[in-house]
């Protein structure tokens, strides 16, 4: 590669937009690394690369094989691959390549096979636990990952747990899923975790089976065993839980026809669950949940302007699509929320938008305190409406008969609580376990959808004032992220002094509640101030 300019000129040549046709090697796609390399020289590769029927993209997308690089370390490239598949919120698994492979290939006319000395080595994935906070809260963990095969399995073995009732095991097996869900790069090999925190002995016994393998027989076994396959077939019902679902499975049920059969005794909620099961486990398309955020917002309304509707839950998070639509009313102004759900809900049924529905009253007093710690998980008792929509199909399954049934969650939050109901239902369920733990092991805060408190000073709740109040909980998560941004990098979250180490309780006069809280959540300063 001697005769390439090996270093950047001024304003350089950007290589041609585009892809030239599959080129003469279809199986392969190129991408260069523009940093290190400069775009002089990644301008000259490409059209090199190019005349020799290379099919070399400009930018990165899922069809991209082979990421070329210069004089970057492979942890580099691989955070580079990070934030492109964000960016371009799609996959991809390619090969991270030194430049070594693309000279020997061009010299042959032909991709030469991989061999590991042109890989990049991100062996140091997280050397010594070290660069893995011990909280999800604290960890980026990107909508799309690179070890789907490894947490799939151990998100299984955790669903399996919370069948049987074991809720410590299945705790277990979704926390190893998340910490590999926020790696840099794929697993090569079990040694390169390292003693990372969070990934028990069990769960390496399972990452190490998927990685020699390509499969765990325990998982296996699981995936084909009948209880497994029940559990999942009833809970999947609208109304069905574990519990329930359990019972059903030691009465010997095992399937629909059996309920029907049995005359198994059903609630008005999962007989709508049962007569709406195909199109309620059909995946929700954002499209769709933003329609029905569009007639929810229509019937706000009419009977009182002003208030908004927030579409929360995975959604929020960019996912593309989820199994239900979860969504926030509030008014800026305390009180004039009151009531407004069951007119909304009743005008919407009368415009034949409701297949079912049943509501549940607030029943939160701000002033009772939290609820004691791990009592609740991450319910709450916030005025809601559980319902199934009607909804116009666009295409899928529902096409032919011209309707859907979609669930849909309203959630009504007084302003006062609103950034912590946003919060809370932004989730995913185990961000949001983990950010309760946080408050109260490392801040002996209690946190909730409703509020803050803070337990040193007699459960005193903090809220944020009116104004920030959404902007606070909109800091928290920005779009195309599995969950909020990191702690580490948030501009705003400061090393803690001396005196407000996790290890030494805080006292109110050295740091008042407005900091107190702040330092608990990595958004916005948030200027939180005591409920009055
Ligand atoms: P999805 O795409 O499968 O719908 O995923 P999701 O949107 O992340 O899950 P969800 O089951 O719809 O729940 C949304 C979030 O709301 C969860 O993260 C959960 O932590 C949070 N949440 C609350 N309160 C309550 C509650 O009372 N019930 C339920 N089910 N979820 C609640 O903050
Ligand atoms: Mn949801």
């Not at 799309?144 to 399996?160: G, R």
């Not at 990372?196 to 998927?210: A, C, F, K, T, Y």
């Not at 009977?303 to 800026?332: E, N, Y």
Request: charged share 25%; aromatic share 8%; net charge positive.
């Amino acid at each position: 590669m001697a005769l390439v300019p090996l270093k950047r000129r001024r304003r350089a040549p950007s290589p041609p937009a585009g892809p030239p046709g599959p080129g003469r090697f279809p199986a392969v796609v190129l991408c260069l690394v523009e940093k290190r390399m400069g775009a002089s020289r990644r301008a000259f590769l490409t059209q090199l690369a190019r005349a020799k029927g290379f099919r070399v993209d400009r930018t990165y997308s899922a069809a991209v094989t082979h990421v070329v690089s210069e004089q970057n370390s492979g942890a580099e490239v691989a955070q580079w691959l990070e934030q492109q598949r964000e960016e371009c919120g799609d996959g991809g698994d390619p090969a991270l390549l030194d430049i070594s492979w693309f000279t020997e290939s061009m010299g042959a006319g032909r991709p030469v096979e991989i061999e590991s000395r042109h890989r990049l080595r991100v062996a140091a994935l997280a050397p010594h636990g070290r660069q893995m906070a011990p909280y999800a809260c604290q960890r980026r963990t990107p909508l799309l990952h690179s070890n789907q095969p490894l947490t799939e399995a151990l998100e299984t073995l955790a669903e399996e747990a919370g069948f049987s009732g074991s809720e410590g095991r299945s705790l277990a097996f979704t926390r190893a899923a998340s910490v590999l869900k926020a790696l840099p790069g794929r697993l090569g090999a079990l040694e390169e975790l390292g003693p990372l925190p969070g990934i028990g002995e069990h769960s390496r016994r399972v990452i190490q089976d998927v990685l020699e393998d390509g499969v765990c027989a325990e998982v296996e076994r699981v995936k084909l065993s009948e209880r497994y396959r029940t559990m999942k077939l009833f809970t999947k019902i609208f109304g069905v839980g574990v519990r329930t679902a359990s019972r059903w499975y030691q009465e010997g049920l095992r399937t629909f026809l059996d309920l029907q059969e049995r005359s198994t005794k059903l609630t008005r909620q999962q007989q709508a669950g049962l007569q709406h099961y195909d199109d309620l486990n059909t995946p929700v398309e954002r499209s769709e949940a933003e329609s029905t955020s569009r007639a929810v917002q229509e019937a706000v309304k009419r009977f009182l302007p002003g208030a908004s509707v927030t579409l929360a839950g995975g959604f929020r998070r960019g996912k593309p699509r989820g199994h239900d639509v979860d969504l926030l009313l509030t008014h800026p102004e305390e009180g004039r929320e009151v009531g407004l759900l069951s007119r909304v809900v009743s005008w919407l049924d009368s415009q034949g938008l409701i297949l079912y529905q049943h509501s549940q009253e607030n029943s939160y007093g701000l002033r009772e305190g939290p609820e004691p710690l791990g009592g609740r998980d991450v319910m709450d008792r916030f005025e809601r409406c559980f319902s199934i929509f009607r909804l116009e199909a666009q295409g899928g399954p529902g096409a032919a008969r011209g309707w859907k049934a979609v669930r849909v969650d309203l959630v009504v939050a007084p302003v006062s609580q609103f950034p912590f109901a946003l919060l809370g239902w932004t989730g995913s369920r185990h961000f949001e376990r983990e950010l309760r733990r946080f408050a109260s092991r490392e801040r002996k805060m209690v946190l909730n959808s409703h509020a803050l408190y803070d337990t040193r000073t007699s459960f005193y709740p903090l809220r944020p004032k009116k104004k920030s109040s959404s902007t606070w909980a909109w800091s928290m998560c920005p779009p195309h992220r599995e969950t909020p941004e990191p702690w580490s990098t948030c501009p705003l979250q400061r090393p803690l002094a001396a005196q407000e180490s996790p290890l030494q309780p805080w006292k109110r006069p050295l740091l008042p509640p407005v900091l107190a809280a702040s330092s608990v959540f990595p958004g916005d300063p948030a200027r939180l101030v005591p409920v009055d």
